[in-house]
């Protein structure tokens, strides 16, 4: 029975240890990096009219899967199902507009330095007058994300009713059914749907953002080894300036951690 129990655990040993094969050499083996990207968040991950998804976290992808020499696989994820997707083997990388918090580095391999930072805005109807702060929307009704960070502590703060939805659609459906004022969410998707005349001609953006939080991207826990490659290319990106490049290429403003990121690590910091 003893020798049958140590055999028993050497197989449970060697099963773990092949489970836990390090994900970067999997990937160069198979020739195909797998990242989970957003298809619903311009200009960050969007379909285009053929269906491709494209945007600069695709591009940073892309450019990911160039350094590894393998093809490009995206598959589209949501604020829900995101890391749940990473976890579960999925995907092999995540870039899907994540803010950094200590629970989400809890259950995965946060990448860093952060990639991008994030201020936290509000796509407002141009209906709706005497809005010009957020103390303004205490009692009124906004849509919101399932999963964003950022939906409770605007209603406490603020006082306002978040309306969360799946993704990123469902809550602008909502908003142009009158079920809100208006959508909250990062200020750069807010940003990337004002340059569309379909959202500008009647929604606008009257408010500072607010609680800025940086982005991370991430591998499943563990995986060190990978991490430290995406470290090193995160610092490449910053270095050369590539996604502030990203940022002008795709039609929104680069941010002040772009710009300050570019700078810090073109001196070599």
Do not use: H
């Amino acid at each position: 029975m003893k020798k049958l129990l140590i055999a028993a655990s050497l197989a449970l040993l060697a099963g773990t240890v092949a489970a836990s094969a390090d994900v970067l050499d999997k990937v160069k083996e198979k020739g195909v990096l797998v990242v989970g990207v957003k298809a619903d968040y311009k200009p960050f991950g969007f379909r285009d009219p053929s269906g491709a998804i494209v945007g600069i976290e695709p591009d940073l992808a892309a450019d990911v899967a160039k350094r590894l020499g393998v093809k490009l696989e995206l598959v589209p994820v949501v604020s829900a199902n995101r890391i749940e997707f990473l976890q579960q083997g999925k995907i092999d990388l995540m870039i899907a507009t994540t803010s950094d918090k200590p629970e989400r580095r809890k259950v995965v391999l946060a990448v860093d330095p952060p990639y991008y930072s994030d201020a936290v805005n509000i796509l407002l109807s141009k209906k709706v007058k005497n809005v010009t702060k957020w103390e303004d929307l205490k009692g009124k009704v906004l849509c919101g994300t399932s999963g964003a960070w950022y939906n409770k502590d605007v209603s406490t703060k603020y006082g306002a009713e978040v309306k969360a939805f799946d993704g990123s659609e469902k809550p602008l459906f909502a908003l142009k059914g009158g079920e809100c004022i208006g959508y909250l969410y990062d200020q750069t998707f807010v940003q990337g749907k004002l340059l569309d005349a379909e959202w500008n001609t009647d929604f606008a953006m009257p408010l500072p953002g607010v609680m800025e939080a940086p982005w991370i991207l991430a591998v499943a826990p563990g995986e060190e080894k990978f991490a430290k490659f995406m470290t090193d290319t995160t610092i490449d990106w910053m270095k050369t300036g590539f996604i502030v490049s990203e940022e002008k290429k795709w039609g929104i403003e680069p941010t002040d951690y772009s710009k300050r990121m570019n700078e810090q690590y073109k001196k070599g910091s």
